[in-house]
C-alpha cells in the first residue's frame, strides 16, 4: 500500500480521499526541516502547500519518494531540478483557486476606491469622520486587465457586471477570445493611457518584471488605481510609493510584495495602499478544491501511473520514454524562440512532423512544443495542461504528419499564425539526439541553441558582422559562436549569437540601434 504525508495544513478532504482509495496517509502540519528530514524516507508521496521547503536535503533523504502535489499554483518552494534528478513527480493544482483570487482583486478594488480600510479605522476609533472619506465609484470606469488568461477572464466578467467596461493586455490573447470575454484588446501602452484602474494577472518572468515602474506610471492617468493580486515582483514599490506621494496614483490596493513575508515595505502605513498578506487564495472553498485536486492526482499517480497537472514529468509511457526524449527538447526548444518572439495574439499553431518523428507518438511532443511556446508568459503551464491553456484560448493546433523525409531524415517544423501575420521555424536531430535549429522564416541557418542567445533580423548589407561584434565586444560580452542565414545576397538575413552571459538591456538596445538592424531580441533557453 503506498503511503502519502501530509506536512502542511491542509482540508481534512485530502486525508480522507487518500485513504478512501487505499493510500496510506499521515497528517504531520508544522515539522522542522529537520524533522521532516528524518522520516520523508518512509514516504511515497508528499503532499504540501506553501509552508514545507523540499530542497534539495530533503530529496535527498526521500529514498522512497514518488512524488509531491502541491495543493496550489506556485512551486517556488520546490526545487524542481533536484525533484526531477531524483525521478520525483512534481504536481499542482493551478487552477483550483481561480475564483478565490479572482475575487479578492475585485475586492481589493472596491475596498480602495470607497477607503474602507480607513474608515473602518476611523469608525473603531469613534471620530464619524463622514466627510473625510469620499469614494469612487467604479461604474462606468475601465479596468485594464494586465494578463487575460484564467483568473484574469474572471476578473474582466465580475468587472463588467459592475457596470466597468475592460480593456485587456495579453500577447496570447486572440481578438476571437478576447470578443467571447466582451474584453477589448489592446497593446500595453494603450492599457496604461486609457485605464482608471489596472489590475494584474500574470506571472513573474523576466519579460513581466517590473511591469509597473516610474516609466510604466508616467504613461498612466494621473489618478490611476493599481491592484496586484498576482505575484510580488511585478510592481516596483519604490517606485509605486513616490508616484503615490506625487498624486500621480490615487491608491494601490497589494496582496503580494517582492519580499515575502513582508514586515517592512516603504507602502505600508500609506492609507492610500490597502495590504493584505497574500490571502488571494484564502477561502474555505479554495482550500477545499485544491485539497481535493491534490489528493486525486497523487493517489491516480501512485495507484495508476496516471500524471496530471506535472511540472517536470511529460505524459508518456516507459517504452516511448527514450525514444521520445530528444524529440521533446527538440519540440520545447522550437516553442520557446517562437514564444519569446510573438508580439500578438496567437491564431493557430501548425507542427508539420517529417520523416522518422511523424511514426511516433507525437502527442507529447507537441504538448512539449506548446508548453515551450506559452511558457515565457504562462508560468503554470506544464506538459499536461498546455494543450488545455492553447484550446481555452483559441489557439487552433494542427498537426501535419508525412513520413517522407524533407532534406533531413527527421524534422519539426512549427508555423504560428497571429494578428501581423505568421511565422515558422524548424529543427532536426543531429547525431539522432542532439537538437538543431535548421530554418527561421524559410531562411536556412543550423544553430544550436544555447541559454544565452542574442537574435538579430538584419538587412545583408557589408559590415554587419563587425559591427555586432565590436558593439557587444565593448560591453564585455563574449561571442561563443555565430550563425548567420539569408535568402539572397542583399536581402534580409538572420543572425543567432550565443553569448556567455545575459545581455543588459543598455546592450541591447545599442544592438537595435546599429545600423541595418530590423530587429534584435535577447533569448534565453
Known amino acids: 500500500m503506498p503511503k502519502v504525508l501530509i506536512s502542511d495544513k491542509m482540508s481534512p478532504a485530502a486525508a480522507e480521499i487518500f485513504s478512501s482509495r487505499g493510500v496510506e496517509v499521515d497528517v504531520k502540519p508544522g515539522m522542522t526541516p529537520d524533522e521532516l528530514r528524518a522520516i520523508i524516507g518512509q514516504y511515497d508521496g508528499l503532499a504540501i502547500r506553501s509552508a514545507t521547503k523540499v530542497t534539495k536535503d530533503i530529496l535527498a533523504a526521500a529514498t522512497n519518494l514518488r512524488v509531491v502535489g502541491r495543493a496550489g499554483i506556485g512551486v517556488d518552494n520546490v526545487d524542481i531540478p533536484a525533484a526531477s534528478s531524483h525521478g520525483v513527480v512534481v504536481m ?53 486587465v494586465i494578463g487575460v488568461g484564467n483568473i484574469g477572464a474572471i476578473v474582466a466578467d465580475r468587472a463588467q457586471g459592475l457596470k466597468m467596461k475592460v480593456i485587456g493586455f495579453d500577447p496570447f490573447l486572440s481578438p476571437e477570445r478576447a470578443q467571447d470575454l466582451g474584453v477589448e484588446k489592446v497593446e500595453l501602452d494603450e492599457l496604461f493611457r486609457r485605464a482608471d484602474v489596472i489590475t494584474l494577472h500574470t506571472p513573474l518572468t523576466d519579460g513581466t518584471r517590473g511591469v509597473i515602474n516610474a516609466e510604466a506610471i508616467g504613461k498612466m492617468k494621473t489618478g490611476v488605481y493599481i491592484v496586484n493580486c498576482a505575484r510580488g515582483g511585478l510592481v516596483v514599490e519604490k517606485d509605486l510609493k513616490a508616484a503615490l506621494d506625487a498624486g500621480k496614483v490615487a491608491g494601490a490596493a497589494l496582496d503580494v510584495f517582492s519580499e515575502e513575508p513582508a514586515r517592512q515595505n516603504p507602502l505600508f502605513g500609506d492609507e492610500r495602499v490597502v495590504a493584505t498578506p497574500h490571502l488571494g487564495a484564502s477561502t474555505v472553498e479554495a482550500q477545499e478544491n485544491v485539497a481535493l485536486q491534490v489528493a486525486e492526482q497523487m493517489a491516480d499517480y501512485l495507484l495508476t501511473g496516471a500524471i496530471t497537472n506535472a511540472i517536470n514529468v511529460p505524459s508518456v509511457t516507459a517504452e516511448e520514454a527514450p525514444r521520445l526524449k530528444p524529440y521533446m527538447k527538440l519540440a ?45 508568459l504562462l508560468d503554470s503551464v506544464n506538459m499536461v495542461n498546455a494543450p488545455i491553456v492553447a484550446k481555452e484560448r483559441n489557439i487552433s493546433v494542427t498537426e501535419v504528419r508525412s513520413d517522407k523525409a524533407t532534406d533531413f531524415q527527421t524534422q519539426i517544423k512549427l508555423t504560428i499564425s497571429d494578428e501581423r501575420g505568421g511565422r515558422s521555424v524548424a529543427g532536426t536531430l543531429i547525431a539522432g539526439s542532439k537538437p538543431r535549429l535548421v530554418s527561421i522564416e524559410d531562411v536556412a541557418i543550423e544553430a544550436e541553441l544555447a541559454p544565452n542567445m542574442l537574435f538579430v533580423v538584419n538587412d545583408d548589407k557589408p559590415g554587419f558582422i563587425g559591427a555586432v561584434g565590436r558593439a557587444l565586444g565593448e560591453a564585455g560580452i563574449n561571442i561563443a559562436s555565430f550563425h548567420l ?41
Open 485 to 525: 542565414g539569408r535568402q539572397s545576397p542583399g536581402a534580409r538575413a538572420i543572425c543567432l549569437i550565443e553569448v556567455d552571459q545575459p545581455l543588459r538591456e543598455a546592450v541591447l538596445k545599442q544592438v537595435q540601434g546599429l545600423p541595418n538592424v530590423v530587429t534584435a531580441l535577447s533569448l534565453t533557453f
Open 332 to 376: 520545447e526548444q522550437l516553442g520557446s524562440f517562437s514564444g519569446q518572439l510573438v508580439e500578438s495574439g496567437i491564431r493557430g499553431v501548425t507542427i508539420e512532423y517529417s520523416g522518422q518523428v511523424a511514426t511516433l507518438n507525437t502527442r507529447p511532443i507537441t504538448a512539449a512544443l506548446l508548453t515551450g511556446l506559452l511558457r515565457p
Open 92 to 144: 499542482n493544482t493551478p487552477f483550483g483557486n481561480s475564483i478565490t483570487t479572482a475575487e479578492h482583486a475585485i475586492s481589493l478594488m472596491l475596498s480602495m476606491l470607497r477607503e474602507i480600510p480607513a474608515a473602518n479605522a476611523s469608525t473603531h476609533a469613534g471620530k464619524w469622520e463622514k466627510n473625510r472619506f469620499m469614494g469612487v465609484e467604479v461604474t462606468g470606469k475601465t479596468l485594464g
